[in-house]
Protein backbone atom coordinates (compact mmCIF):
# COMPACT_ATOMS: atom_id res chain seq x y z
CA UNK A 1 0.00 0.00 0.00
CA UNK A 2 1.48 3.20 -0.97
CA UNK A 3 1.47 6.11 1.93
CA UNK A 4 -0.20 9.03 1.78
CA UNK A 5 1.78 12.03 1.69
CA UNK A 6 -1.16 14.75 0.95
CA UNK A 7 -0.29 18.35 1.09
CA UNK A 8 3.11 17.61 1.55
CA UNK A 9 6.16 19.49 -0.70
CA UNK A 10 8.90 17.57 -1.83
CA UNK A 11 12.27 19.32 -3.30
CA UNK A 12 13.83 17.20 -5.85
CA UNK A 13 17.09 19.28 -6.96
CA UNK A 14 18.20 18.46 -9.84
CA UNK A 15 21.03 20.17 -12.68
CA UNK A 16 20.80 19.10 -16.70
CA UNK A 17 22.30 15.90 -16.57
CA UNK A 18 20.97 14.20 -13.83
CA UNK A 19 19.83 10.43 -14.00
CA UNK A 20 16.80 10.75 -15.86
CA UNK A 21 15.57 6.88 -14.46
CA UNK A 22 16.12 7.72 -11.31
CA UNK A 23 14.24 11.04 -11.19
CA UNK A 24 11.06 9.99 -13.32
CA UNK A 25 11.11 6.92 -10.71
CA UNK A 26 10.42 9.13 -7.83
CA UNK A 27 8.59 11.31 -9.35
CA UNK A 28 5.70 8.86 -10.11
CA UNK A 29 5.83 7.57 -6.79
CA UNK A 30 5.34 10.92 -4.69
CA UNK A 31 2.41 11.19 -7.35
CA UNK A 32 0.90 7.53 -6.48
CA UNK A 33 1.12 9.12 -2.66
CA UNK A 34 -0.36 12.33 -3.78
CA UNK A 35 2.69 14.24 -2.39
CA UNK A 36 3.71 17.70 -4.48
CA UNK A 37 6.71 17.50 -6.01
CA UNK A 38 8.73 20.80 -7.36
CA UNK A 39 11.64 20.41 -9.63
CA UNK A 40 14.28 22.63 -7.95
CA UNK A 41 17.17 23.59 -10.50
CA UNK A 42 19.91 26.50 -11.48
CA UNK A 43 18.16 26.24 -15.17
CA UNK A 44 15.38 28.07 -15.84
CA UNK A 45 12.56 26.93 -17.77
CA UNK A 46 13.46 23.52 -18.35
CA UNK A 47 16.19 20.55 -17.18
CA UNK A 48 17.39 18.24 -19.20
CA UNK A 49 17.83 14.77 -17.71
CA UNK A 50 20.63 12.08 -18.99
CA UNK A 51 19.68 8.45 -19.98
CA UNK A 52 21.69 5.87 -20.70
CA UNK A 53 24.57 7.61 -22.96
CA UNK A 54 23.17 10.37 -24.03
CA UNK A 55 20.55 13.39 -23.18
CA UNK A 56 17.13 12.26 -22.80
CA UNK A 57 13.66 14.46 -22.24
CA UNK A 58 13.53 17.56 -20.54
CA UNK A 59 11.88 19.07 -17.39
CA UNK A 60 10.04 21.83 -16.06
CA UNK A 61 12.10 23.76 -13.33
CA UNK A 62 8.93 24.45 -10.86
CA UNK A 63 11.35 27.08 -9.28
CA UNK A 64 15.38 28.26 -9.87
CA UNK A 65 17.90 26.97 -6.92
CA UNK A 66 18.53 30.65 -6.28
CA UNK A 67 15.04 31.70 -5.83
CA UNK A 68 14.20 28.05 -3.56
CA UNK A 69 13.96 28.04 0.03
CA UNK A 70 14.21 24.78 2.11
CA UNK A 71 11.62 26.50 4.44
CA UNK A 72 9.13 26.04 1.96
CA UNK A 73 9.87 22.31 1.38
CA UNK A 74 8.89 19.12 3.33
CA UNK A 75 11.70 16.83 2.06
CA UNK A 76 14.49 16.57 -0.30
CA UNK A 77 14.99 14.40 -2.61
CA UNK A 78 18.80 14.00 -4.05
CA UNK A 79 18.90 11.88 -7.67
CA UNK A 80 22.19 11.33 -9.02
CA UNK A 81 23.67 11.66 -12.31
CA UNK A 82 27.57 13.16 -13.03
CA UNK A 83 26.48 15.44 -15.11
CA UNK A 84 24.04 17.60 -13.21
CA UNK A 85 25.53 16.41 -9.89
CA UNK A 86 28.92 18.29 -11.05
CA UNK A 87 26.98 21.39 -11.97
CA UNK A 88 25.04 21.12 -8.44
CA UNK A 89 28.24 21.14 -6.63
CA UNK A 90 29.39 24.30 -8.23
CA UNK A 91 26.67 26.50 -7.19
CA UNK A 92 26.61 27.67 -3.45
CA UNK A 93 22.76 27.61 -3.40
CA UNK A 94 23.12 23.71 -3.43
CA UNK A 95 24.97 24.12 0.17
CA UNK A 96 22.28 26.45 1.57
CA UNK A 97 19.44 24.13 0.72
CA UNK A 98 20.89 20.87 1.70
CA UNK A 99 21.82 22.75 4.58
CA UNK A 100 18.46 23.61 6.06
CA UNK A 101 17.29 20.50 5.35
CA UNK A 102 20.60 19.01 7.66
CA UNK A 103 20.03 21.73 10.12
CA UNK A 104 16.35 20.86 10.34
CA UNK A 105 16.47 17.53 10.45
CA UNK A 106 13.90 17.29 7.82
CA UNK A 107 13.68 14.13 5.46
CA UNK A 108 16.87 13.65 2.95
CA UNK A 109 16.41 10.71 0.28
CA UNK A 110 19.72 10.67 -1.83
CA UNK A 111 20.67 8.11 -4.55
CA UNK A 112 24.10 7.38 -6.48
CA UNK A 113 26.43 9.45 -6.39
CA UNK A 114 23.31 11.96 -5.90
CA UNK A 115 24.39 11.07 -2.06
CA UNK A 116 27.68 13.14 -2.56
CA UNK A 117 25.78 16.39 -2.51
CA UNK A 118 25.39 15.80 1.22
CA UNK A 119 29.24 16.53 1.86
CA UNK A 120 29.09 20.02 0.90
CA UNK A 121 26.70 20.52 4.18
CA UNK A 122 29.48 19.44 6.37
CA UNK A 123 26.71 17.64 8.73
CA UNK A 124 27.77 14.42 7.47
CA UNK A 125 30.85 14.05 9.90
CA UNK A 126 30.29 10.59 11.66
CA UNK A 127 26.73 9.81 9.70
CA UNK A 128 26.30 6.64 7.77
CA UNK A 129 25.89 6.81 4.30
CA UNK A 130 25.59 4.09 1.40
CA UNK A 131 26.51 5.84 -2.24
CA UNK A 132 27.60 4.65 -5.77
CA UNK A 133 31.23 4.34 -5.18
CA UNK A 134 32.67 6.84 -7.70
CA UNK A 135 32.19 9.17 -4.79
CA UNK A 136 33.07 7.21 -1.65
CA UNK A 137 36.13 9.52 -1.42
CA UNK A 138 34.48 12.43 -0.99
CA UNK A 139 31.99 11.27 1.50
CA UNK A 140 35.03 9.68 3.75
CA UNK A 141 37.08 13.37 3.35
CA UNK A 142 33.98 15.12 4.62
CA UNK A 143 33.39 12.51 7.84
CA UNK A 144 30.85 10.38 6.34
CA UNK A 145 30.85 6.24 7.34
CA UNK A 146 30.45 4.42 4.23
CA UNK A 147 28.45 0.86 4.61
CA UNK A 148 28.36 -1.80 2.14
CA UNK A 149 24.22 -2.40 2.34
CA UNK A 150 22.62 -1.06 -0.98
CA UNK A 151 20.92 1.40 1.59
CA UNK A 152 21.13 2.57 4.64
CA UNK A 153 18.69 5.03 6.88
CA UNK A 154 20.64 7.26 9.33
CA UNK A 155 18.24 9.79 11.24
CA UNK A 156 16.75 11.75 8.70
CA UNK A 157 18.66 10.56 5.95
CA UNK A 158 18.19 7.77 3.43
CA UNK A 159 20.85 6.67 1.36
CA UNK A 160 20.82 3.90 -1.57
CA UNK A 161 24.15 3.15 -3.67
CA UNK A 162 22.00 3.25 -7.13
CA UNK A 163 21.24 -0.57 -7.13
CA UNK A 164 17.54 -0.96 -7.15
CA UNK A 165 15.63 1.78 -7.72
CA UNK A 166 12.24 0.65 -7.42
CA UNK A 167 13.20 -0.30 -3.71
CA UNK A 168 14.31 2.64 -3.42
CA UNK A 169 11.39 4.82 -4.30
CA UNK A 170 9.13 2.67 -2.40
CA UNK A 171 11.54 3.04 0.93
CA UNK A 172 11.57 6.48 0.49
CA UNK A 173 7.95 6.86 0.19
CA UNK A 174 7.84 4.65 3.51
CA UNK A 175 10.97 7.24 5.47
CA UNK A 176 9.02 10.27 4.18
CA UNK A 177 5.44 9.14 5.64
CA UNK A 178 7.05 7.86 9.12
CA UNK A 179 8.85 11.13 9.31
CA UNK A 180 5.48 13.01 9.00
CA UNK A 181 4.60 10.99 11.63
CA UNK A 182 7.45 11.53 13.69
CA UNK A 183 6.83 15.51 13.79
CA UNK A 184 2.95 15.41 14.17
CA UNK A 185 3.50 13.19 17.19
CA UNK A 186 6.38 15.53 18.65
Do not use: C, Y
Amino acid sequence: MTPNLAGKNIAILVASGFDENQMTEIQRGLVRAKARSHTIAPENGVVNGWQGEGWGHHFAVDAQIGEALGSDFDMLVLPGGDRGIAKLKTNLHTRRIINHFMEAGKPVAAIGVGVSLLALSGKIVERIVTAHESVHGELKAAGAEISAEPEILDGNLLTSNGEDIAIWVEDVLTFFADADMERVAA
